[in-house]
């Protein structure tokens, strides 16, 4: 029995953003992009694992003085201080905005059902904030999330970083004009790993375990797939309308009820479809997303991609100069901007990877909205629309119930 | 006992944790060896010179050009490498092109190349350094009883394993013949003819060899060390409380071929049979 359709008029008649205007050769710039602006203070709310792996890429900026940090933990605030020494520490996050006036950008990577609070106080104090994706656990939440930003005069930005890689970037108009008619879309997260943490001082392991219950948690499905899920809403410029999903717990059968092992199958309005696959009992092949079209295929790999022809597919002009790969048996392009010349550079190693992380390139974005204007990379509506589509994965998933998306 | 293992830093990691409190249950336990596990991953992808997205990378294209900045245990890395660079009269050096050629600012916490072509290679003592940290995180949340190991090469034993007087370590096929026993210490082995594919079927070189006569007479370097590659096998375990420092100056030793007056006193070496 499909489940009721969530909010078909808003999600439905809207689709991202404009997908022309990205020329194959792209500017170089976006692999080693710089800061304009010096001396821009910025927080991090929220130092766990994503909080720190924020600081550990602030720090190459060194037009960035992270001068503030927040936690409720005083240990994780404690571990983060180690990359950020003269940032004043604070255990709320109301606290710091009234103490500190001069931060003008603030990363918000609480757990997600925390976002929320947190957000809508950073723009009504007026500041610039990037939020980690998904941006909440709740359909509710993400609307709500995604009007305070309408009507927010600050920058806010969703942090689905696909969209700021330049190889995703490269990759995104290559699956209409290379691609040509879709066939399938494939996209999997294997990593070996229990998810639970222990506790830290003056806090429940329930707390500390926020991704294990069931009451707060959107699941593999909206927690890490979201972020995948995102990659072919862009690429596409649409979302599915159906959601099917089942999972279990295979490995860890700890007394937790949240799947470690999911399939999700999500279904566009003509029949395309993409399967999604996650679970925490297995690491082989670990993150990528496949897109398959009649004239080839993409497999983008966050720091890595490729283009696979069809032998029968028309060569293009380019093709003659981009670097190639043999990737699984397979002669694969690499979709690298200016791939050519970071190879006579010697920056090209081990499999023309990009010189820095994902995260990086969204911090980067982001900042570069705060400081120059530039367009918003991922507006808090277009990261709505993912994390809503990551929170109906995890519904299916829990249901075992088809989810209709915008469908009724 | 617990095992966790991960591969990182092209060669595995494994961890015997023992739960040795009572509210240590088992889930909790492993939840806590996959910190320290994430302590390790986190490492590897900062300090490969593999690829290109890591932090060294990062270093290896910017510092030449303008200081770049580090967290406090990524200082306290190069710090030690800097000692032991001194120390070692050179015998161990991160750095490719030049030797020693980079200024760590302890105000800032920055860190800049002196030249264009200086590049840095991390190698084991970024294995030890990832250990440590991972014992350090082993600490932190409460563990007190654990052998940490990293390629068999390098390893921390946390406490005592039930029933013995230590975490005995072979360092041989027949594990009686040559041993170390670990007590809240770490140490690491190097053996130049570990890997007799490599150059001259040495894998481990000495870097004053390399360098230039200006870089030779670089300041700090109290005497002109000697340019000869060390020919004859060699193989040493030093033992000490870090596995960073013990990393580092097992590689020192097998191309010094003798503990030099710098040696610290906080370690021990000892030179192995040269067939294990």
């Known amino acids: 029995m499909p489940r009721p359709p969530h909010d078909r008029r808003t999600f439905i008649t809207q689709t991202v953003g404009a997908l022309s205007g990205l020329a194959l050769m792209p500017d170089p710039s976006w692999l080693l992009p710089t800061l304009r602006s010096q001396g821009v203070r910025v927080a991090v709310i929220g130092t766990g694992r994503q909080g720190r792996a924020i600081l550990t890429e602030l720090q190459k900026i060194p037009q960035i003085e992270v001068a503030a940090l927040c936690d409720r933990s005083a240990a994780r605030l404690e571990t983060a201080r180690t990359r950020a020494r003269n940032a004043e520490v604070f255990s709320e996050h109301r606290a710091l905005l009234d103490a500190r006036p001069d931060i003008t950008a603030i990363m918000v990577a609480t757990p ?14 007026g500041r610039h904030v990037f939020c980690e994706a998904p941006i909440a656990s709740t359909v509710a939440d993400c609307h709500a999330m995604a009007a305070a930003a309408a009507s927010a005069k600050t920058v806010c930005h969703a942090g689905f970083q696909g969209r700021s890689n330049p190889t995703y970037r490269r990759a995104q108009p290559l699956v209409r004009t290379e691609l040509r008619d879709l066939v399938s879309m494939f996209a999997q997260w294997h990593r070996k790993t229990t998810w639970r943490v222990p506790a830290g001082a003056g806090e429940t392991e329930q707390e500390a375990n926020w991704r294990l219950d069931p009451a ?82 993409i497999r983008l790999a966050w720091t890595h991609g490729w283009l696979f022809k069809e032998a029968d597919a028309p060569t293009q002009g380019w093709e003659v100069y981009a670097t190639r790969q043999d990737v699984l048996d397979q002669e694969g392009i690499v979709l690298i901007a200016d791939a050519t010349q970071l190879a006579a550079q010697g920056q090209l190693q081990s499999g023309a990877s990009l010189p820095h992380p994902s995260l990086y390139y969204a911090l980067m974005d982001f900042l570069k909205s705060v400081t120059e204007g530039a367009p918003v990379a991922c507006s808090f509506q277009d990261g709505a629309r993912s994390s809503i589509v990551g929170i109906l994965a995890h519904e299916a998933v829990t249901t075992g119930e088809t989810v209709v998306v915008g469908g009724g | 006992m617990l095992r966790l293992a991960t591969a990182a830093m092209g060669t595995r990691f494994e961890f015997a944790l023992v739960a040795d409190r009572d509210d240590h249950s088992t889930a909790r336990l492993r939840a806590v060896g996959e910190q320290a596990l994430e302590a390790i991953g986190d490492w590897h992808r900062r300090l490969t010179r593999f690829e290109p ?101 390098s390893g921390t034993g946390l406490g005592r394993p039930p029933g013995a007087g230590g975490w005995r370590v072979g360092l041989a096929p027949d594990p009686e013949r040559e041993t170390v026993d670990l007590v809240d210490a770490s140490f690491a082995v190097s053996d130049n003819g570990s890997q007799p594919d490599a150059p001259l079927g040495r894998h481990i070189v000495d870097p004053r060899a390399a360098m230039s006569d200006a870089a030779a007479d670089a300041p700090g370097l109290k005497t002109r060390p000697p340019m000869a590659l060390p020919t004859e096998r060699r193989r040493v375990v030093v033992t000490g409380p870090s596995a960073r420092v013990a990393d580092a100056w097992s590689t020192a030793l097998v191309v010094l071929g003798a503990v030099p007056p710098g040696f610290p006193g906080a370690y021990h070496a000892r030179f192995l049979r040269s067939e294990p």
């Open chain 1, 112 to 125: 997600t059902h925390r976002h929320r609070a947190i957000v809508e106080d950073v723009m009504a104090a």
């Open chain 1, 216 to 297: 707060v948690s959107t699941g593999l499905a909206g927690e890490v797939g979201a972020q995948q899920m995102d990659v072919a809403h862009w690429c596409r410029g649409s979302y599915p309308t159906r959601i099917t999903g089942r999972g279990g717990v295979r490995l860890h059968k700890d007394g937790r009820t949240v799947a470690d092992t999911i399939a999700v199958d999500l279904i566009w309005e003509d029949g395309i479809v993409m399967r999604y696959e996650a679970t925490l009992a297995n690491s082989h092949g670990g993150q990528f997303e496949l897109v398959h079209g009649i004239n080839g295929s």
């Open chain 2, 53 to 153: 997205d890591s932090w060294l990378c990062h270093l290896n294209r910017t510092a030449a050009r303008e200081p770049v900045r580090l967290d406090e245990a990524t200082f306290a890395l190069f710090h030690d490498a800097q000692e032991v660079w001194r120390a070692s009269g050179g015998a161990f050096d991160i750095t490719r092109g030049h030797g020693n050629a980079l200024v760590l600012d302890d105000t800032d916490l920055t860190l800049r190349f002196l030249h264009d072509d200086v590049s840095v290679d991390l190698g084991g003592i970024g294995k030890g350094h990832a250990l440590d940290c991972a014992a350090e995180c082993l600490r932190g949340y409460g563990v007190t009883r654990a052998l940490l190991q990293g390629g068999t090469s």
